[in-house]
């Protein structure tokens, strides 16, 4: 009979490297499947799925989008931090259809994203078919009603070239030749369950030219209950306070969240996320992936693509953060926020003497998220944030991301980035500064 050697006691079975190729169902939490355990350093390598649209007109998907199964950090605990390093995003769909969107009432209970109903036979979540393609392609399995709660108010299908670097928006006949072969067009992953939006053959725009700037729209840790994917936000989540469906929860439930669904356009290759830890190993989990977006994803929604993304994970101990913090790459920080020039130091000093004050601070970047039901309410959620974690008071924050830094847009209508330079101090005394001299050098 075949033995094994145990491993010796104290020796991780973390594994060095974790490939993620399965998605959930569109619920996101305690109740999600592991896919496994990433040892602290390692990394983790997906092959992601669309996101908006597809999960949109999908009833089985539960979310509102179609995210990888979370990865466990090991040594991750409740109160730590997971500090992820965008090692490469790339872009493997080579179109996909996009636009400004209108609900269709009888199709949904409240919430069109998480909770969609059959207008005909009353099937929640129903399974679907496709037949054909255009807006009513996708119907109901059971009695094949027409079956997606969305529609286009103004759409447009959009090809890449070879090197990923433009898009261009194409006519009807080809947007319709996409829609023919959608799931190779969109490059969906052979676990992917999404029915492709390309199958929908919108073509209001014809002509427009769109550089690629690819970045992850859902990255995060797993909130400390089940949420819908899409939800795992102040914004979208207000939408589950005392919604009438099963997914509903109070605004203190809501409050487990961890804003893994940020739609900021500077989560991308190169810049640092610093997630919080709210249940046991963390639970990283990704998808949304898009080709380019402004800030504010103004029409609701972007140019949704499948890609692979490389990331490296590492635990922050004790840090205890209510949401993320972004090292964004630094030419995406705002003008105001970026790091002093050595020139600019000793200009800096020079006047400080002059006028008889202090010594000047040492000071680097830092982006705090922060969302609410609205971008006022997430203003105030990111400055109470960044208070918190770095020992200030909110004024003090408002005056700095005021004559320091920015706040800028990253979801309307309501996810935001509260960015300025900070103390070296007030970083390091909570183990921030490591990463922020990772991305911009010591402090001049």
Same mark, same amino acid.
């Given at each position: 009979?075949?033995?094994?050697?145990?491993?010796?006691?104290?020796? &991780?079975?973390?594994?060095?490297?974790?490939?993620?190729?399965? +998605?959930?169902?569109?619920?996101?939490?305690?109740?999600?499947?592991?896919?496994?355990? #990433?040892?602290?350093?390692?990394?983790? #390598?997906?092959?992601?799925?669309?996101?908006?649209?597809?999960?949109?007109?999908?009833?089985?998907?539960?979310?509102?989008?179609?995210?990888?199964?979370? /990865?466990?950090?090991?040594?991750?605990?409740?109160?730590?931090?997971?500090?992820?390093?965008?090692?490469?995003?790339?872009?493997?769909?080579?179109?996909? !259809?996009?636009?400004?969107?209108?609900?269709?009432?009888?199709?949904?209970?409240?919430?069109?994203?998480?909770?969609?109903?059959?207008?005909?036979?009353? *099937?929640?979540?129903?399974?679907? /078919?496709?037949?054909?393609?255009?807006?009513? &392609?996708?119907?109901?399995?059971?009695?094949?009603?027409? %079956?997606?709660?969305?529609?286009?108010?103004?759409?447009?299908?959009? %090809? +890449?070239?070879?090197?990923?670097?433009?898009?261009?928006?194409?006519?009807? !006949?080809?947007?319709?030749?996409?829609?023919?072969?959608? *799931?190779?067009?969109? %490059?969906?992953?052979?676990? &992917?369950?999404?029915?492709?939006?390309?199958?929908?053959?919108? &073509?209001?725009?014809?002509?427009?030219? *769109?550089?690629?700037?690819?970045?992850?729209?859902?990255?995060?840790?797993?909130? *400390?209950?089940?949420?819908?994917?899409?939800?795992?936000?102040?914004?979208?989540? %207000? +939408?589950?306070?005392g919604a009438p469906h099963s997914r509903a929860v109070t605004a203190k439930q809501l409050a487990a969240r961890t804003d893994g669904h940020l739609d900021i356009n500077a989560v991308r290759a190169g810049a640092i996320l610093v997630c919080p830890v709210k249940v046991p190993g963390g639970g990283v989990y990704l998808g949304d992936m898009h080709a380019m977006q402004g800030n504010g994803e103004i029409a609701g929604h972007t140019a949704d693509v499948a890609g692979t993304v490389t990331l490296q994970v590492s635990v922050v101990k004790g840090l205890d953060l209510d949401g993320p913090i972004l090292f964004p790459v630094a030419e995406d920080l705002p003008f105001l926020a970026r790091p002093l020039t050595a020139a600019e130091r000793t200009a800096a000093e020079a006047l400080a003497w002059r006028y008889g004050g202090g010594a000047v601070e040492d000071s680097l970047p830092v982006s705090f998220v922060g969302s609410g039901p609205d971008l006022n309410t997430a203003i105030e959620n990111g400055l109470r944030r960044a208070a918190a974690v770095l020992g200030m008071e909110v004024p003090e924050v408002m005056n700095r991301a005021t004559i320091s830094g920015a706040i800028e847009i990253g979801r309307a209508p309501g996810v935001v980035q509260v960015t300025f330079r900070a103390p070296v101090d007030a970083l390091a005394a909570r183990g921030l500064d490591g990463p922020a001299r990772e991305q911009y050098g010591e402090p001049a």
């Open positions: 009979m075949a033995t094994t050697t145990p491993r010796p006691a104290g020796v &991780s079975t973390a594994a060095e490297t974790v490939y993620v190729d399965r +998605f959930c169902d569109g619920i996101i939490g305690p109740s999600a499947e592991i896919l496994g355990t #990433v040892r602290d350093g390692g990394h983790i #390598v997906a092959n992601t799925a669309p996101g908006c649209w597809g999960p949109m007109i999908t009833p089985a998907i539960k979310g509102g989008h179609e995210v990888t199964l979370p /990865v466990n950090v090991e040594g991750a605990e409740i109160g730590d931090a997971i500090a992820i390093r965008i090692r490469a995003i790339d872009v493997t769909s080579v179109a996909t !259809a996009s636009g400004n969107d209108r609900t269709i009432e009888g199709r949904f209970n409240g919430d069109p994203y998480c909770a969609k109903v059959c207008a005909r036979c009353g *099937a929640e979540d129903e399974a679907t /078919v496709v037949d054909g393609i255009g807006p009513d &392609s996708v119907r109901c399995a059971e009695c094949g009603a027409p %079956a997606a709660p969305f529609a286009f108010t103004n759409g447009y299908t959009m %090809a +890449f070239d070879d090197a990923r670097r433009l898009g261009v928006t194409v006519t009807g !006949a080809q947007a319709e030749a996409f829609a023919h072969d959608a *799931a190779h067009t969109a %490059a969906l992953p052979a676990n &992917s369950v999404q029915n492709p939006i390309l199958l929908f053959a919108p &073509s209001d725009l014809v002509g427009v030219v *769109a550089r690629m700037r690819p970045f992850m729209g859902q990255l995060g840790t797993m909130p *400390a209950i089940d949420l819908p994917d899409s939800h795992n936000a102040g914004d979208f989540g %207000a +939408f589950l306070v």
